[in-house]
């Protein structure tokens, strides 16, 4: 059974950082696309980060670009999504999701679309003074 597990979501002031994981059981973290995703309250998810199979594309949204990065450790099969100098809009849900039926992250007009084939429950980021 494909699980996906968030975990490192917290209340945290601006300008702080937090390190989210999401360990990944089942498949081998080379094989498959891996990103993270975030919905605030009352907006749609959007796509945040992802890494497609053997790392060939790596992506970041505009609004986190230089603030955060995405990495994996093979070995633990655990991706994390390290987050630095956070502001009051990065405040969200934050999803892990993994798509294995062709290790590609959809990526339309810069956005990351939301075509992945697993997903996790999701961890929840607050950016607050």
């Known amino acids: 059974q494909v699980q996906l597990v968030e975990s490192g979501g917290d209340l945290v002031q601006p300008g702080g950082s937090l390190r989210l994981s999401c360990e990944v059981s089942?498949?081998?973290?080379?094989?498959?696309?891996v990103g993270w995703f975030r919905q605030a309250p009352g907006k749609e998810r959007e796509g945040v980060s992802c890494?497609?199979?053997?790392?060939?594309?790596?992506y970041y949204a505009d609004s986190v670009k230089g603030r955060f990065t995405i990495s994996k450790n093979n070995a633990k099969n655990t991706v994390y999504l390290q987050m630095n100098n956070l502001n009051p809009e990065d405040t969200g849900v934050y999803y892990c999701?993994?798509?294995?039926?062709?290790?590609?992250?959809?990526?339309?007009?810069?956005?990351?679309?939301?075509?992945?084939?697993?997903w996790g429950k999701g961890t929840l980021v607050t950016v607050s003074a």
């Open positions: 999701a993994l798509k294995s039926s062709d290790g590609d992250c959809v990526i339309v007009g810069g956005t990351l679309y939301n075509d992945m084939d697993f």
């Open positions: 089942v498949f081998t973290l080379d094989l498959v696309a």
């Open positions: 890494l497609s199979r053997y790392s060939r594309t790596e």
